[in-house]
């Protein structure tokens, strides 16, 4: 016996009622929440180009720029974390984790625009933004002032070939990537942070600090993960998969609007849940221009 032929007509008619119900919520809570998926998808990729609808642009590079130019030999690693090791106070253990943390930058601007070149610690990669100079906003490190330091680079290195190779302005080096390496000091584990153009050292006690990240920072920082890097990594393939999700929420936005459209006898019930989504996201837009001054 077929489980249709042993269900009354009162209780299949119960459960027809409910899962009309249940499409129905389906179909009013999505047509709410259109302007809201696609605002979603649209700013996660726009954290994926955050050079989309902005006034510089984006030239990346590899090593052939920096041929020829200090970073065509970057400064050794582990020897530098020796040296500075050496001027630590106390007996410490011998350095590890040894790493560099940040990119080397180099700014300049000519008459139209000003230039923020990144390069990688290794010298093999590197972007170019150039930004028109009628663009407020400076990076306040600029107002820092230089401190000499027996560093192979330094602020006053000139850069002829990559300004040549890239057809930038005149270029110096104005931030390089910190040194970071721990130590121990008995039972004690500490950070140690040393920025060799500025000759700033920090430390700080991390050995009660967790070896993983969490599971909220985690999903965090995947949330945050944004930009495609300038070479193919794991990280240039979550940049791919990032931009397919903000398509694909968009695909289902517009799909969702077709299958409510071919259902006739709804459209004015649906309509009107899609204008007060549309309604509710403009005004929480405009509040937050007005609140936030953007």
């Not at 009354?8 to 009309?20: G, M, V």
Request: one cysteine or more; aromatic letters at 10%; a neutral charge.
């Amino acid at each position: 016996m077929s489980v249709r032929s042993s269900t009354s007509p009162k209780r299949r008619r119960a459960i027809q009622n409910f899962f009309r119900l249940a499409r129905r919520l389906h179909l009013y809570f999505g047509l709410f929440l259109v302007p809201w998926v696609c605002l979603y998808g649209l700013t996660a990729v726009f954290f994926n180009h955050p050079d989309w609808l902005h006034p510089r642009t984006m030239t990346a590079f590899g090593p052939e720029v920096l041929a020829a130019s200090p970073l065509a030999d970057p400064p050794a690693l582990h020897e530098l974390a020796e040296a500075v090791h050496a001027e630590l106070p106390g007996s410490l253990s011998a350095p590890e984790n040894i790493r560099w943390v940040g990119r080397y930058r180099l700014r300049g601007r000519d008459a139209d625009n000003r230039y923020s070149i990144y390069t990688d610690p290794d010298g093999q990669s590197g972007v170019m933004y150039a930004t028109p100079l009628d663009v407020p906003g400076d990076h306040p490190m600029e107002a820092l002032d230089s401190v000499e330091l027996p560093f192979p680079l330094s602020r006053d290195d000139a850069w002829p070939t990559v300004e040549a190779r890239l057809g930038a302005g005149a270029l110096s080096l104005d931030r390089a990537p910190d040194l970071m390496f721990d130590v121990r000091d008995g039972d004690d584990l500490w950070r140690v942070e040393y920025s060799p153009l500025s000759g700033e050292l920090s430390t700080e006690r991390v050995q009660d600090r967790p070896t993983v990240p969490t599971a909220r920072s985690f999903l965090l920082q995947l949330h945050t993960l944004h930009a495609y890097p300038s070479a193919l990594s794991m990280r240039w393939l979550w940049s791919v998969l990032v931009d397919l999700m903000g398509g694909a929420m968009l695909l289902w936005g517009f799909t969702g609007l077709l299958m409510f459209w071919q259902i006739k006898k709804l459209r004015r019930v649906g309509g009107v849940v899609l204008l007060a989504g549309v309604g509710s996201i403009a005004v929480l837009g405009w509040s937050l221009y007005a609140s936030l001054g953007f």
